[in-house]
């Protein structure tokens, strides 16, 4: 284990629903980042937050809205989505500090839309 | 802008056997570091190395470790030894000294054959 926890692991949704992802983080790190994993397609990271501030947004649609109300917390509220959005829902956390900052994992969430 | 290339999208190798992935990167950064994290099916992503750009030594963690050619921006990682247990995909990846975020390449799926 790494230290960081998602729930659910797996989501099955309709088009029309509104669901949340959850992250959570017990390193004591300040940062923690939101990827998508689809098959055959690299990493894509989606949102970054450092001491609960966003500070990146990588052009993602607006029917992912992130919130991080603290530093242990994430979470990735969806609705709306379309089909293409299935994918593994990946959350990381780092250090905040000046060196390698490498990002510790959580396990995931299988999201699928239908 | 960044770039990482992992040029094998898959690679086997017989167990017991030694095993190199590849790894090439475009950065006009002199500081910086670098990363593998293996990721086994259906289980969390988890580091396995990292180096820092300025040590010319390359980092070594039990049976594997790297090839760090700054100036032909390579990063090799080698796994000695193989064991049924490494089979995964490994994804390398870089960030700039200060950079929020890491850049991962495509990943190389390693397959270990008894």
């Known amino acids: 284990e790494t230290g960081v926890t998602q729930t659910p692991r797996h989501l099955v949704m309709g088009m029309t629903n509104k669901k949340s992802l959850k992250c959570e983080q017990h390193?004591?790190?300040?940062?923690m980042y939101w990827y998508k994993q689809s098959a055959k397609k690299p990493l894509e990271l989606m949102f970054v937050?450092?001491?609960?501030?966003?500070?990146e947004n990588n052009s993602v649609p607006s029917r992912f809205s992130p919130e991080c109300p603290n530093s242990s917390h994430l979470f990735l509220h969806l609705h709306t989505l379309q089909p293409e959005d299935s994918a593994l829902y990946l959350c990381?956390?780092?250090?905040?500090?000046?060196?390698?900052?490498?990002?510790?994992f959580g396990p995931g969430t299988r999201l699928t839309v239908t | 802008a960044q770039t990482v290339t992992q040029s094998q999208p898959e690679m086997s190798v017989q167990e017991a056997e030694t095993v190199t992935l590849s790894c090439t990167y475009d950065?006009?950064?002199?500081?910086?570091?670098l990363f593998w994290y293996k990721q086994p099916p259906s289980r969390q992503m988890i580091l396995v190395i990292r180096?820092?750009?300025?040590?010319?030594q390359n980092a070594t963690e039990n049976r594997f470790s790297v090839n760090f050619q700054k100036a032909a921006k390579s990063f090799s990682l080698k796994i000695s030894d193989s064991q049924l247990g490494d089979a995964a995909m490994y994804f390398c990846?870089?960030?700039?000294?200060?950079?929020?975020?890491?850049?991962f390449g495509k990943g190389t799926r390693l397959h270990i054959l008894p």
């Open positions: 180096q820092e750009a300025y040590k010319q």
């Open positions: 937050y450092n001491f609960k501030e966003q500070t």
């Open positions: 990846a870089y960030r700039g000294d200060g950079d929020d975020k890491i850049i």
């Open positions: 990381a956390s780092s250090q905040d500090m000046k060196g390698p900052r490498e990002q510790y």
């Open positions: 950065t006009s950064e002199s500081d910086y570091y």
């Open positions: 390193l004591g790190h300040n940062a």
